[in-house]
């Protein structure tokens, strides 16, 4: 009780100063963070000002709209919704005019009278002229020039869906491509890397549960369903502290709630996939529900061949979400997602792996200022493989046990703060062979499980500092241990790796003892103290300028040496060998809205280093090693570059044109002077290095029977190496390589149009229909997935073979809705 | 283990079969030639093992389809546990030259031996012991899986079955040394160690009746990563999403003269099992 006497007191002496003096800002800050300890229920300026609060949702559904704005012209100040859709705002009593404005719904505008705490809650209607889906704007549409919040995109579902596609299948890691400074390593390639970053460096979250493969059948898809998703959000720097765990950003993707009003489905029939999801309501205008299904049958056609009967090769995912509001104060959402790869050659050969998640999430307002929720979430991958011929069975995996309890306080109309906890508990299974039958020669072997516990506490604030310059600022900290029970191998001088100077190679080292760890038993632990910063100054109504700095740790190491993940890689926690990946970004941006938000453009500068990034000795073999720190040193990497984006919001025509000129490279240089090092120690270009990346995509509604997309994407090559010699060993025709990635495939391009036709019928019906027409690759670009070298067996001479994937690729699909 | 990384590639270029393939002419540049040693000595079973030979090749460009022997060359192998050197000399009647043979070797297993090459006022070595190897116990054919249909082809699979010992760590390189375009299986005993393991391999229908020499040989750890680099380069899957970043694929030549102009190759001493059976590649199964 004393600390609020003074604190009182303090507040009562500041008073005056505060709207023009900086150093007594400074103070009151500290006094917040002093509030925040002692006294987070009092309300702080308690005397004369009210919150006004509630949650905006589509009148048609009942979704909540995430980052939609209140705008108050008086104040010439707005307030975003939430990822949960609720708003909160502290202001001096009196009337307000509000103006609640969202691309595709009508505008509301009303005053509001704040003579005590008002709760309202919204239901946006949408607009009747519109020609096709909402699309809805709070976000993806204009640049952010008020708030503090820099290197993110935002894409909606309706978006992603419009985006032409291979083989018309929307997909979600795909349509992340055309953004500033994403790439991947090409097509049918799985993962993505943001800023020059590895596929590992991001944390991907489906309703903040973590995904750890995205893709489906090894690149072609990725695993979210995009009629079940709301929207997502793609952090590439300035991260808020609530978020850890990954060096490169965060993507967060938000499934819908479920339709509580009415019930009804969307699916859509394609050449490879089919899907349907349903969403209705459980109890009206409260309790909901959401299912959705997704297939391919590809494989199907495969039954077709008789040499190939035998083979499959097909996925399917599931998504489901109920979600139950309690009342105004408390909802309660489930969400389950389960997906799964099988393919098979006969009964020789069986592989099956994929994701499965469960989240239990409660929102609860403690007052209206408040807002908390509270996440237990189980995230699971499993990969299984079945080799009747060496007569094993293998699996391996993660299981993730997670809580979350994130707390968003709305001090006052100029202080927003966002704290919490988070404890994440990680069992690793490296892998685990068991003979297929008892006739197998194969000892059952269990590789050792690694165990891990990840804890962290975060505090983020969200400031105006004046009317133009708004910061968020916070820290995390976050405690890693590697947990027994585990055998931990012990090496003279401590060191796994040494280096063989005769021949100049870098050899696993024989372990000189073990340590056995009981259960529980820290092994290692780390403590990283993560500073996050991002500031927004506005130069005008248009325009402002932007700063950020985040750092971010990760404790958790894919272990894969190939340039884009594979479903086998295996996943592990940093122990005593392999220490936590840290990352720092510093990045400067630029955003202006021109005519009135209709274009918008933003240009951003990062420069990024990460300590600790594993690089692998040559030849190092990682499948089921049972002890990867013989075969892994500890390097850097270092990324910058620049990336502009223009966009157009508004109009029958709208898109955008993006383009990242940027470098990414890595380094691993000897331990003691003596020492070659990887690529003998020099920075050499990381396999997600794309020097220009170009990207144009724009949608054009031409009536309401037709619209049209189309997308053009450039840029260069994946860094590659190519052989500088030949040589033959054992009548083996080897060729001989230089330094890494010396080299580069040729430029990689594809134009993609699709048309989409709404029959006149669907006017007035329930039943609605369309048809997508669309052709991947226009001109046939036989882009180069890879360049090989071989021997050709029958004239014996060296040849280089280029592989492509994908030509041209026609396909047709139809949706419908209903 | 690398049976299931094969089927991984396997499963990938299944997938890579719907896209496709085109040989292009892609500018490389050529380094300086290094020297390449083959020195791969093998000692039969039942056998002296007197007879070897080592072959001297350099690297060269990527496009042209001769190796350049090495002639002229002083090679010699020296026991280091009892002194002996054996001198390997040019084997003049070789119409491309490079080979050096020794009819006199003395096979000791677990002696140490020390390869010393001198060419072109540079002088080589390369130190390493001999590793033993059991018998095979049998060959069979699997009959489960006898004219299968793999790969649109039919094929019997065979199984090599040996006895792992169980108190040492052990590495086996099963290869049939006459389906010479093929390199055989690599595998350590992590997985099996102290049991019966049976290996399988399978023929085609064209290879029916064919007598097949199956060699079981015995390599150290260190040979075995060697060849394991050596496979995954000559076996071209370089560029790929999925491949891992090429490696120079350095062996135990040391270059004494001068240390960056480092040779290329192996030096290794093996015991070997040979067992031969005659094919029989049956029909699918009606």
Redesign the interface.
Known sequence: MNANIIYIKKKIYFAPLLKNNNKSMFINKCTLFVALFFCTSISIFAQQKHTFSGTITDQSNNEKLIGIGIYFPDLKKAFNTNEYGFFSITLPSGDYKIIISAGGYETVEETISLASNLRKDFSLVTKQNQLKEVVVGGRGGRAEIRKPEMSVNKLTSATIKKIPSVLGEPDVIKSLLLLPGVTNAGEASSGFNVRGGGADQNLILLDEATIYNSSHLFGFFSVFNPDAIKDLKLYKGGIPAQYGGRAASVLEIYQKEGNSKDFHGTGGIGLLTSKLMLEGPIVKDRASFLVGGRASYAHLFLKLDPELKDNSAYFYDLNTKLSYKLNQNNNLYLSGYFGRDVFAFGTRFSNTYGNSVINTRWNHLFSEKLFTNLSLIFSDYYYGLKLDAVGFNWSSGIKNYNIKYDFKHYLSDKIKLNYGINVQYYDFNPGLIEPSSPTSGINTKQIDKKYALDNAFYLGVEQNITSSLSVNYGLRYSMFYRLGQSTINTYENNNPVIYNPIVQIYESAKPNGSIIYDKNKVIQNYNNFEPRLAANYRLDEIQSVKASYNRMTQYLQLISNSNSPTPLDVWMPSDNYIKPQIADQVALGYARNIKGGDYSLEVETYYKEVQNRLDYIDGANLIANEAIEQVVLNGQMRAYGIEFMLKKNEGDLNGWISYTIAKSQQKTPGRTPEELGINNGEWYTSAYDKTHNLAITGTYDMSKKWSFASNFIIQSGQPVTYPQGQYDYLGMITPSYGLRNANRLPAFHHLDISATLTPKKNDGRRFKGEWVFSIYNVYNRKNAMSISFRENPDTGMNEAVKMSVFGIIPAISYNFKF | ?????I??IA??S???L?????????D????T??L?V?A?LKWQKGTTGSNQFIRL???????T?T?PPVKGAKVSVKNQNTGEVFEFAEDLTNKIGGIYICITFKPVIGNEYTLTIETNGQTYTATEKMISVVPIDKIVLDTE?AG??MG?EDRS?YKVFFTDPADTKDVYWMKVLTD?DR?GVLTDD????G????I?YSFKKDQNGLSMDFALIGISP?YF??I????S??G???????????????????NQTD?NN?G???FSLSEMDVKTITVVVQPPPK
């Open positions: 283990m690398k049976t299931v990384y089927s991984i499963l990938l299944l997938i890579s719907c896209g496709c393939e085109e040989v292009i002419y892609v490389l540049d050529t380094e030639p290094r390449v083959e791969f090749s350099t690297t060269t460009d990527y496009y389809n190796i899986n299968i249909n649109g699979r010479t390199n992590t997985f099996f160690n049991n019966q393991f049976s399988p260190s990563s060697y394991n680099i050596i496979m380069l000559a071209g899957r370089g560029g790929s999403p999925f491949a891992t970043p090429p490696a120079t694929a350095r062996g135990n030549i040391v240390k480092y290329l190759g192996y």
